[in-house]
């Protein structure tokens, strides 16, 4: 398994729909996770970190399943502005905690569609 | 509040030129970083700098230098550039080496 995977997609969803996407990781001691959104030819921007409970921002929910080793997004009543690629990022546990430990996901391009 | 600046945002070059991509956070972070982001791939780090004056090698440093040359800027440097070294850069901070990172807005670099 690779370090961290995410489907790529796109995901093309109806606006005012509900979506979720998942990215698994490989290291089962991995300390943090979080999601990033990527708009089209700029920089990520941290969305939300991902905490063992849950959480949720407005209409954003970030979940951890350790025993499966997966961290998932819900996105609610998606709007035009949600289109964006979503990365997921896990702190390797070899690291220390420094962010020089964190590796990257591929993205999951989401279209919200009108 | 600019957080991180990158210098500049385009360049094209021909295989064996040099150049230096210039980075500046006004955070008053103590760590930054040096991203590459290439198509169907992650971002990989290419070098980090945890504090003023160290600096160390990601996952990717082969073909680069870095300099930090105050808290404030950490440069990135290609002695002789190379086509596969065409990609999008991104440089970072953060807080006491701490996740999350703050990206600055990228360079486009192609390499011909």
């Known amino acids: 398994r690779k370090e961290v995977e995410q489907d790529p997609g796109p995901f093309n969803v109806p606006e005012g729909a509900t979506v979720a996407f998942n990215c698994t990781y490989s290291?089962?001691?991995?300390?943090?996770f979080f999601w990033y959104r990527q708009d089209c030819r700029k920089e990520p921007k941290l969305l939300m970190s991902v905490y063992s409970s849950g959480n949720e921002d407005g209409r954003f929910t970030a979940q951890l399943n350790r025993a499966s080793q997966y961290i998932s997004l819900l996105i609610r009543d998606s709007k035009l502005s949600d289109s964006a690629t979503y990365l997921c990022v896990v702190l390797r546990s070899s690291s220390g905690g420094g962010a020089d430990g964190l590796t990257f996901g591929k993205g999951t391009h989401l279209i919200i569609q009108p | 509040n600019a957080g991180v600046t990158q210098t500049p945002k385009f360049q094209v070059l021909k295989t064996g030129q040099s150049m230096t991509l210039q980075c500046a956070q006004d955070m008053n972070h103590n760590s930054m970083y040096w991203y590459r982001q290439d198509p169907g791939m992650g971002l990989r780090l290419i070098y980090y700098s945890a504090s003023e004056g160290t600096t160390d090698k990601g996952e990717v440093p082969n073909g680069y230098n870095v300099s930090r040359l105050n808290k404030r800027e950490f440069s990135l440097r290609l002695e002789s550039a190379a086509p596969s070294q065409t990609s999008v850069y991104f440089c970072?901070?953060?807080?006491?080496?701490?996740?999350?990172?703050?990206f600055g807005n990228g360079t486009r670099l192609t390499v011909t």
């Open positions: 290291n089962s001691a991995s300390q943090s």
């Open positions: 970072a901070s953060s807080e006491g080496g701490l996740p999350p990172l703050h």
